[in-house]
């Protein structure tokens, strides 16, 4: 994941799987990697493990801008190969109670 951002110009986005740290002033944006989903499709020892990702704009008030910003990460990982499965319009709340804009990524079962 961080070398699509890399190769897509995104170094300023930051990647963590701590909810604490993504607010509207971490930086340009974060990605917030959530626990896996596991299902049990199968009798016997088959689990499906599916991954969602938090694309969160950080720092702009300017909704076009964010729309972009996350726009552009979303393509960096869709080009640099990440199982992409769908992508739903989101908000993320801050510890402040504010809303800013995110997109919620759902990747293909491992």
Do not use: C
């Amino acid at each position: 994941m961080r070398t699509a951002l890399d190769e897509g110009s995104l170094l300023a986005v930051g990647v963590t799987d701590e909810p604490t740290k993504v607010g509207p002033l971490s930086g340009p944006g974060v990605i917030y990697v959530n626990p896996p989903e596991l299902s049990f499709p199968h009798y016997g020892d088959d689990v499906d493990t599916t991954w969602t990702l938090d694309v969160i704009q950080g720092t702009t008030l300017n909704l076009d801008d964010a729309r972009s910003f996350i726009g552009d990460v979303i393509g960096a990982l869709h080009a640099g190969g990440l199982a992409l499965d769908q992508a739903r319009p989101a908000s993320w709340r801050t510890a402040q109670g504010a809303e800013i804009p995110a997109y919620t990524l759902t990747l293909n079962p491992l």
